[in-house]
């Protein structure tokens, strides 16, 4: 019995995958992406390349640089500012921010017109946020303030990317405080305090590098206990005390008894020892400047004499 194999080429059953597009066919097809979907995956094609200076923003320039020259000597009193060595000035031509970044310190020079310039501070600066009620993780009222440090990181960001990064960051801070405060106990929020600036600062830190701000410091200054609590408390203290009064209190009875016991089993074992022991007592006495004077009597001497009595009876 004779069987037939169709046998096919090669490349007719399993047909050759197609090549790799090469890269000026992926620039081809990128080209035709719209600007749209290119600006919201964040890599436009007019990001790289400034746009340039439009008919009317040069005319502008022009005429700002004709105004300087005629009105000459005035205008360098207009065109010349100074910013301090703490400072530093974010410059806008025409709305747009000039390249080279933040003037400062020092003399910088600016076109009359058609220049404004924003102060920005770099020192450090604190605040104290305003007392927050802040319901605990156990359920309890506390009322807690805080002290915040920071300082401008970068002045371009502080003023472009936030309109008023002081204020922001004080709304910011009272946010953070509340927020972090919510998640600890009571005895969380008394006894971990340097914990918890730590995790305030981190938070506030990264919430806040956007705006060119630094947060360097976040520092707890007082909880606040509603007046019956804090009642409750120092009742609990107080009784904690008294337990732990008593305690050493019997501790040291028991003690006493026991060195008691000893010392009058070493006095059993000598009767002059007894004596001894009362002119101790007598010197004791006598050294507080006192005009009593007991004088112990031993009953061994009086043994004789109410025996005597008893047989006359």
């Given at each position: ?42 890599h436009s094609t007019q990001?790289?390349?400034p746009e340039p200076m ?260």
């Amino acid at each position: 019995m004779e069987t037939s194999l169709n046998v096919q080429p090669a490349q007719q059953q399993y047909p050759r995958r197609q090549s790799r597009p090469s890269f000026s066919h992926i620039a081809t097809l990128n080209s035709n992406i719209p600007e749209e979907v290119n600006s919201y995956f964040g890599h436009s094609t007019q990001e790289a390349e400034p746009e340039p200076m439009g008919c009317i923003e040069f005319i502008a320039t022009a005429a700002s640089i004709l105004l300087f020259i005629v009105t000459f000597p005035i205008s360098l009193c207009l065109s010349f500012k100074v910013v301090q060595e703490y400072e530093r000035a974010v410059i806008f031509r025409l709305g747009r921010l000039r390249k080279g970044g933040a003037r400062g310190p020092g003399i910088f020079f600016i076109l009359p017109c058609i220049d404004t310039y924003c102060k920005v501070d770099l020192r450090t600066v604190s605040f104290d946020v305003p007392p927050q009620e802040v319901l605990s993780k156990d359920s309890v009222t506390v009322c807690v303030d805080a002290v915040i440090y920071y300082r401008v990181r970068e002045p371009l960001a502080a003023v472009v990317n936030v309109n008023n990064y002081s204020h922001s960051t004080r709304l910011l801070a009272a946010t953070t405080l509340r927020n972090v405060l919510g998640t600890r106990n009571l005895a969380e929020i008394l006894s971990e305090r340097e914990a918890i600036s730590h995790t305030m600062q981190t938070a506030l830190d990264e919430a806040t590098d956007p705006w060119g701000v630094k947060v360097e410091r976040v520092e707890m200054k007082d909880v606040r206990l509603p007046l019956q609590l804090q009642r409750a408390m120092a009742a609990e203290a107080e009784a904690a005390r008294e337990a732990r009064a008593k305690v050493i209190a019997a501790e040291g009875e028991m003690k006493a008894s026991r060195a008691l016991k000893e010392a009058s089993d070493v006095i059993a074992e000598s009767p002059a020892a007894l004596q001894l022991r009362y002119l101790q007592t007598l010197n004791t006495i006598s050294a507080e400047k006192n005009s009593t004077i007991i004088f112990p009597l031993p009953l061994d001497i009086v043994t004789p004499f109410l025996k005597s009595i008893t047989n006359n009876k």
